[in-house]
């Protein structure tokens, strides 16, 4: 069945530190990907989406790239600031799933000042 | 506040209780959905809502789970007779049907979380 798969964290960087979270995903059709992130005591957001291979989705910061080839969708920031610290969520939509999201397990992000 | 509006925030019960969860989604949304959240894992799958009618159940919701959404408004999410398994945040959320909305854009709820002891 589908799946996504991303790093365990947490995650832990200093102020200004570059961000990679790694995700990779396993779908009979072709998927659309999404990050959301959930700050403390807050829902679920989205973050960015990309709908087809080689789309970037960037909002905040944040960018990730639909790799096709290599069925990934990394998430990545330059700098990373305090307010970032949240977990985040990579998922895919299978088209035609009327936006049933399959999510991966999260990965929790603390940065230090 | 327009947002999606999930109550009870905290339930605690003792097993074998019944529980029931609210869930008021964004009053233009007609696409409603029901995910479970355990600690340290990812969102799953419960159900799904297409105004009043219900689409898709997965097979996490046991026959002890029932959910509704009489008027395609609010929804309700009751577990019966619950069990120490059930513990978990119980997250809904809403989108607008696909066409009118970009893919994937569900909008989420703070969740209802549940302690069964």
């Known amino acids: 069945g589908d799946s996504v798969t991303q790093m365990e964290g947490p995650v832990t960087l200093s102020e200004e530190a570059f961000l990679t979270i790694n995700c990779t995903y396993t779908a009979t059709g072709y998927p659309s990907l999404f990050w959301y992130v959930q700050y403390p005591g807050e829902g679920l957001q989205l973050l960015l989406k990309a709908t087809k291979a080689d789309d970037k989705g960037s909002n905040k910061g944040f960018e990730a790239t639909y790799r096709k080839e290599t069925t990934s969708f990394h998430l990545e920031k330059g700098s990373v600031q305090v307010s970032d610290s949240a977990v985040y969520f990579c998922a895919l939509s299978v088209a035609g799933g009327y936006n049933k999201l399959i999510f991966g397990a999260g990965t929790r992000l603390a940065v230090h000042p | 506040d327009t947002g999606v509006s999930q109550n009870p925030r905290h339930k605690i019960t003792k097993r074998g209780q019944n529980v029931t969860f609210r869930c008021d989604p964004i009053?233009?949304?007609?696409?409603l959905y029901w995910y479970r959240q355990t600690l340290g894992q990812g969102p799953e799958f419960l159900t799904y809502?297409?105004?009043?009618?219900?689409?898709?159940k997965s097979r996490l919701l046991s026959d002890r789970f029932s959910a509704e959404r009489p008027k395609g408004s609010f929804s309700t999410l009751e577990i019966q007779r619950t069990e120490q398994g059930d513990s978990a945040m119980y997250l809904c959320?809403?989108?607008?049907?696909?066409?009118?909305?970009?893919?994937?854009?569900?909008?989420f709820g703070e969740g209802s979380r549940l302690t069964v002891l």
């Open positions: 809502f297409q105004n009043e009618a219900q689409l898709e």
């Open positions: 959320a809403s989108s607008l049907r696909s066409g009118a909305a970009l893919p994937g854009e569900l909008f």
């Open positions: 009053s233009e949304h007609n696409r």
